[in-house]
């Protein structure tokens, strides 16, 4: 973040920073291959902690919430074209009087088309 949001200064106090930490980190290496002996620490990198772990029971599968005609028509997405809008009022219904007018007009449309 420092090389592209800050400035020179935040880039210089960064490395700084990082240099820091790794001098530190070299430091707690040696401290810690000094203290033990060499087959000690093979253990310690190959062993992982083990941890009591209690079975759990399955996850109960959640029933998917069914959403009322006025959280459908709040999460009504944007449409592209009239199509779009034709086939989601279809499969979702129409919830508020200006739906049902456009699709009544959509319908009076095709009927003169077909007739």
């Known amino acids: ?21 790794q001098q530190i980190k070299n430091r707690l290496i040696k401290k810690v291959k000094a203290t033990f002996p060499k087959e000690e620490l093979r253990i310690l990198e190959i062993e992982p902690e083990e941890t ?13 919430k069914k959403l009322t005609p006025r959280e459908r028509q709040i999460n ?4 592209n ?3 779009e809008k034709y086939e989601w009022l279809m499969s979702n219904g129409c919830t508020n009087a200006e739906d049902r007018n456009w699709l009544a007009k ?6 003169h088309i077909l007739c």
């Open 76 to 79: 009504r997405p944007f449409f």
């Open 1 to 21: 973040m420092a090389r592209v949001l800050g400035s020179v200064k935040d880039m210089e106090e960064y490395k700084q920073q990082y240099v820091k930490q």
């Open 106 to 111: 959509c319908f009076v449309l095709l009927l």
């Open 52 to 64: 009591n772990t209690v079975p759990t029971e399955p996850e109960k599968k959640r029933r998917e």
């Open 81 to 83: 074209s009239d199509y």
